[in-house]
């Protein structure tokens, strides 16, 4: 049972984390007649402080509708906020103490309202939305809003008559499987008969239309129970085997225990008879909230035999306490006492010590913690040596333990090796390191007294340091080295030795006709270390054949042309000059040099061998000039595909402006563009057989400036 209610406790209040959005915890409404069909009305509400939503504050003002037995509104009444208070959880037990997250505002609204004799009587309602979404017992809390209200029957409008008031509001937090026992009773200043049951608390607004004005009109229905196995039977528990809540109907005792962790929403209905007949009826809707209620418990923690020091620290464990009382018995200090929670206190010698502890002493609710504890001399000294045992790519040594103890027997061995923080329980363990340097070895000793003792010895160990390649490529007919960067301090042995320059050198030189495994053995001076290595020489076949060309392999001016070397994906280019070059790491890139220019290609295949090919790009340089420079003196623009264009042509046209005039001057074409002619039309439309002026203006690719003026003949 105490671990179902450890879980549904967790499951509890891991849910409210995560639900911060509402605010209704409960309310009730009464009316007092105060003569002359005035009535003074009395709404009480209550909103969770630690879980609701701080923008969900108090209505200001609050709405109450009066409505006539047939369900029709027959006025509204608007109350104005008249302050809150925060209400203190009462407990069933004096020790219990509530978690902090227990927090209840109320507030009460309060007007006098006129109410003239009606048939049938009145209802009186105020609505708001929501409740708490954690509300375990019912269906979608969230959305469900509350009804608090009365009704006034026809006979008590005649009799001037009071509501029952009930005395005090129930208690705000109830303790898991805790009996309880409240007063829910209620007065009656008329001394009417009063009747008391559990009844559905009312539904009442909605998310939409939060806090009507005026209310929705009755009738309400109840709240939608979560059945099984909540209902008004059953408003707590969860599981069985506890006692349901249950009221009575004559004294108003509420009673049962409540055994499931949550919250939970309960109703109570007071009816109110005169002469066998119901006058009124008032309903109190409010939520529990279940937990588990703490009580002071004293608890704390150090080790029972401690070794060598005579200032022992104590570690508080207590719950639900903040006043603490420690009591040392050390008989040399008899007032020796502390109230701190956790203290330290040195002791004036060994021997065995009687510590006590006491939570809220002096109360009902104190409770006492004592532990005997034994302060002796240290006896065990930790020692150990080590010793290599293998050197290659690690280093493999032994810890021997030399730790003694000449009272106790030592029982545990605790070793860190930092770093990398290697760890063992064994007496003499082997521990192994993968680079030099220096270690922090670390030992722990335990007697079976309870001494502990630790020592740390701090270790230079030196590696093989390597850094040598696994794989090697060369081309057919050249040497590599197998080992650039050696170390001279090691000693070196190739095999197999055919082909290399030593084999006895950190470096040699190998000439493979094919591909080729060599292996090194190395050691450090001392003989002591050793590692063997493989390398892989992989003997590549060279470049047979390159060639290279440029198309076209002549250009003028500004020009273009593009390269071309032999293709192969595994092959990277590189051309040179890389000026004017588009790309110069594919095999075919554009150039446009300004001078005749030889452009070497280096090509490398995956294997490193290399090959060079060259190509010759011509530049030619024209006159800016005639006949380089050529303007015709006629056209024929009838669209034959031959002449039908005027234009000024030229390979070394870098900038040209062109202007043509009919004879009375009037410019009909004009451009700044290069190639660009005139087809003999001005705006669209075909000018007449003439002749035409024209004027010319260009610089050329060397920068020179050529100007001409002159006729053309437009035939059709």
């Known amino acids: 049972m105490k671990k179902e209610i450890l879980l549904l406790l967790w499951l509890f209040f891991c849910h409210l984390q995560v639900s911060q959005a509402t605010h209704i915890v409960g309310g009730e409404m009464n009316y007092t007649c105060l003569g002359d069909d005035r009535y003074e009305i009395t709404l009480t509400i209550f909103r969770d402080c630690f879980y609701g939503d701080p923008l969900a504050w108090f209505d200001n003002p609050a709405s109450i509708g009066i409505f006539d ?10 109350v104005a906020l008249m302050g809150n208070d925060t209400l203190s959880p009462v407990l069933s037990g004096q020790c219990f103490v509530a978690p902090p997250s227990v927090c209840v505002h109320t507030t009460t609204y309060r007007t006098t309202v006129t109410l003239p004799f009606r048939e049938g009587g009145y209802q009186l309602a105020y609505q708001r939305c929501c409740r708490n979404q954690t509300i375990q017992n019912i269906i979608n809390p969230l959305a469900s809003g509350a009804t608090f209200g009365v009704t006034i ?56 239309n939060p806090r009507p004005q005026p209310p929705f009109p009755p009738p309400y229905p109840p709240v939608v129970w979560l059945d099984p196995p909540y209902g008004v039977n059953n408003m707590l528990n969860g599981i069985p085997g506890s006692e349901p809540l249950r009221i009575d109907p004559v004294t108003g005792t509420l009673r049962g225990t409540p055994n499931t962790i949550g ?33 002071p418990s004293a608890s704390f923690f150090t080790p029972e035999v401690q070794c060598g020091n005579l200032n022992v620290t104590f570690s508080n464990q207590s719950q639900d306490s903040d006043n603490f009382r420690w009591e040392f018995g050390d008989p040399r200090q008899p007032n020796a006492s502390s109230t701190v929670r956790s203290p330290s206190f040195t002791f004036a010698d060994t021997g065995t010590y009687l510590v006590r502890l006491i939570v809220e002493p002096g109360t009902a609710c104190a409770d006492t913690s004592v532990q005997r504890i034994r302060l002796i001399a240290p006896t065990v000294v930790p020692n150990f040596s080590i010793e290599e045992l293998i050197c290659s790519d690690s280093l493999i040594f032994a810890a021997w333990d030399a730790s003694i103890d000449n009272t106790a027997n030592i029982i545990s ?11 063992s329980d064994l007496q003499n363990p082997v521990f192994a390191v993968r680079s030099s340097g220096r270690y922090e070895l670390e030992l722990k000793v335990t007697s079976d007294n ?69 292996t090194v053995i190395i050691k450090d001076a001392e003989d002591f270390c050793s590692i063997t290595h493989e390398i892989v020489v992989l003997v590549a076949a060279p470049i047979d054949s390159l060639t290279a060309f440029a198309e076209p392999d002549s250009i003028f001016g500004r020009g273009t042309a593009q390269l071309f070397t032999t293709f192969n994906n595994n092959f990277t280019y590189t051309w040179i000059p890389a000026n004017n070059i588009n790309n110069p790491t594919i095999h075919n890139p ?102 035409y002026g024209y004027y010319v203006e260009l610089r050329c690719f060397d920068g020179r400036i050529f100007f001409r003026k002159g006729n053309v003949l437009l035939i059709r």
């Not at 037995?69 to 608007?78: A, I």
């Not at 061995?413 to 760890?423: A, K, Q």
């Open 69 to 78: 037995q047939q369900n029709r509104l027959v006025g509204q009444v608007l």
């Open 153 to 208: 029957s026809e006979t008590a409008l005649r009799a001037c008559n009071s509501s029952p008031k009930f005395k005090s509001w129930p208690p705000i937090y109830i303790c898991a499987n805790e009996p309880i026992v409240f007063d829910q009773s209620a007065e009656d200043m008329e001394g009417d008969s009063i009747v008391y049951r559990l009844c559905a608390p009312l539904l009442g607004a909605n998310q939409q």
């Open 263 to 295: 919250q939970f929403v309960v109703g109570i209905c007071v009816e109110e008879y005169r002469n066998g007949e119901l006058i009124s009826t008032i309903r109190r809707d409010f939520q529990y909230n279940v937990g588990i209620c703490g009580k």
């Open 413 to 423: 061995w605790d070793w860190t090796l930092r770093p990398p923080g290697t760890v």
């Open 450 to 518: 309870g001494c502990r003792a630790d020592t740390t010895q701090y270790i230079d160990f030196q590696l093989l340091e390597l850094t040598i390649p696994d794989t090697l490529r060369v081309c057919l007919g050249d040497t590599i080295a197998l080992h650039p960067m050696f170390n001279p301090s090691y000693i070196y042995f190739w095999t197999p030795p055919e082909g290399l320059s030593d084999p006895s050198a950190p470096n040699p030189l190998a000439a493979p006709d094919s591909s080729q495994i060599y």
């Open 590 to 691: 554009t150039v446009s040099p300004s001078e005749t220019t030889t452009f070497q290609v280096l090509v490398r295949n995956d294997a490193g061998c290399t090959q060079t090919a060259f190509a010759t790009v011509f530049v030619i340089n024209l006159a800016c000039d005639d006949p380089h420079i050529f303007i015709p003196d006629a056209f024929t623009p009838n669209n034959d595909g031959i002449n039908d264009v005027f234009r000024v042509r030229g390979n070394n046209i870098d900038d040209l402006y062109v202007a043509i005039f009919n004879r009375w001057g009037q410019r009909v074409f004009e451009s700044r563009t290069p190639g660009e002619g005139w087809d003999g039309t001005f705006r669209g439309v075909p000018l007449p057989p003439d002749v």
